[in-house]
């Protein structure tokens, strides 16, 4: 089954609604990817984007401007819902969130002009990275002494690790930001994590709109599917607090690593 190739880079408002198979096959897919994402705690972007570039036949950006549509409801709501329960200042929220956006904002539109190949090698390495992280800390390795002093002035440098990451490639922002927050500079779990939203939340949804301005996102596949998404993510959330993380995290891992190697050796 393909999706019409018509529904590619037009404008939102000019879609024709997917026939009513495609759609319930989207919003399943959709269901799919959300429940993976809050089983394995991680956005359900890098499950997304390879599978719209494998399966989909989509380039790189478009693939990238697609997931986005799938990250920013949840990534909104789930700022709104972990601000609450682990406030932060706002001080140190716009000192992260500032900068994150702007920086996003001029990488999404550099990242929409660049090489497919290019940015799909990219992409590759990204999750080579992160795969090799996640079994690094697998192992056990040393963790960092957290709740030290908040230091405000680093976190605009902050904002621009994580915000590159975002524009670029359209995922990774909290990724790269909590480690440094909790690592770095010796910040709880739970504030680095409700840092790191304030971070991704405004930066995903600036990304969303400079691939959308640039004819990056296919809307009539990304909306349902986005749907499909917060419907099952409750759901793969609890599902991991009764495994067991650390096997969840391996096997996430390895996926991460042949799914990198796949994507840099399958024929565009």
Same mark, same amino acid.
């Given at each position: 089954?393909?999706?019409?190739?018509?529904?590619?880079?037009?404008?939102?408002?000019?879609?024709?609604?997917?026939?009513?198979?495609?759609?319930?096959?989207?919003?399943?897919?959709? &269901?799919?990817?959300?429940?993976?994402?809050?089983?394995?705690?991680?956005?359900?972007?890098?499950?997304?984007?390879?599978?719209?570039?494998?399966?989909?036949?989509?380039?790189?950006?478009?693939?990238?401007?697609?997931?986005?549509?799938?990250?920013?409801?949840?990534?909104?709501?789930?700022?709104?819902?972990?601000?609450?329960?682990?406030?932060?200042?706002?001080?140190?929220?716009?000192?992260?969130?500032?900068?994150?956006?702007?920086?996003?904002?001029?990488? &999404?539109?550099?990242?929409?002009?660049?090489?497919?190949?290019?940015?799909?090698? $990219?992409?590759?390495?990204?999750?080579?990275? $992160?795969?090799?992280?996640?079994?690094?800390?697998?192992?056990?390795?040393?963790?960092?002494?957290?709740?030290?002093?908040?230091?405000?002035?680093?976190?605009?440098?902050?904002?621009?690790?994580?915000?590159?990451?975002?524009?670029?490639?359209?995922?990774?922002?909290?990724?790269?930001?909590?480690? $440094?927050?909790?690592?770095?500079?010796?910040?709880?779990?739970?504030?680095?994590?409700?840092?790191?939203?304030?971070?991704?939340?405004?930066?995903?949804?600036?990304?969303?709109?400079?691939?959308?301005?640039?004819?990056?996102?296919?809307?009539?596949?990304?909306?349902?599917?986005? $749907?499909?998404?917060?419907?099952?993510?409750?759901?793969?959330?609890?599902? &991991?607090?009764?495994?067991?993380?650390?096997?969840?995290?391996?096997?996430?891992?390895?996926?991460?690593?042949?799914?990198?190697?796949?994507?840099?050796?399958?024929?565009?």
């Amino acid at each position: 089954m393909a999706f019409p190739e018509s529904t590619v880079n037009l404008p939102m408002p000019l879609l024709p609604l997917l026939p009513l198979a495609d759609l319930a096959l989207a919003l399943a897919i959709g &269901a799919g990817l959300g429940f993976f994402g809050g089983l394995f705690g991680i956005g359900g972007g890098i499950i997304a984007i390879p599978l719209f570039v494998l399966a989909f036949a989509m380039d790189q950006a478009m693939a990238q401007g697609t997931a986005l549509v799938l990250m920013v409801p949840n990534l909104l709501i789930g700022w709104w819902r972990y601000s609450r329960k682990h406030p932060v200042g706002w001080r140190a929220a716009l000192s992260i969130a500032v900068p994150a956006t702007l920086t996003t904002w001029l990488l &999404a539109h550099f990242a929409t002009r660049l090489d497919a190949q290019l940015l799909g090698h $990219l992409f590759c390495a990204f999750l080579g990275i $992160l795969a090799l992280r996640l079994l690094w800390q697998g192992r056990g390795g040393r963790q960092p002494v957290t709740g030290a002093p908040l230091r405000a002035a680093a976190l605009p440098l902050v904002g621009v690790a994580g915000g590159s990451s975002m524009g670029l490639l359209g995922i990774g922002g909290g990724l790269v930001a909590t480690p $440094l927050l909790s690592g770095w500079l010796g910040q709880r779990q739970t504030v680095a994590q409700s840092l790191a939203l304030a971070l991704v939340a405004p930066s995903s949804l600036v990304a969303l709109s400079a691939y959308a301005g640039a004819q990056r996102v296919d809307w009539s596949l990304g909306l349902p599917m986005a $749907l499909g998404g917060t419907l099952t993510v409750a759901a793969g959330v609890a599902l &991991a607090h009764r495994l067991p993380e650390r096997r969840m995290r391996a096997a996430f891992a390895w996926m991460l690593l042949a799914t990198a190697l796949w994507l840099a050796l399958a024929p565009r």
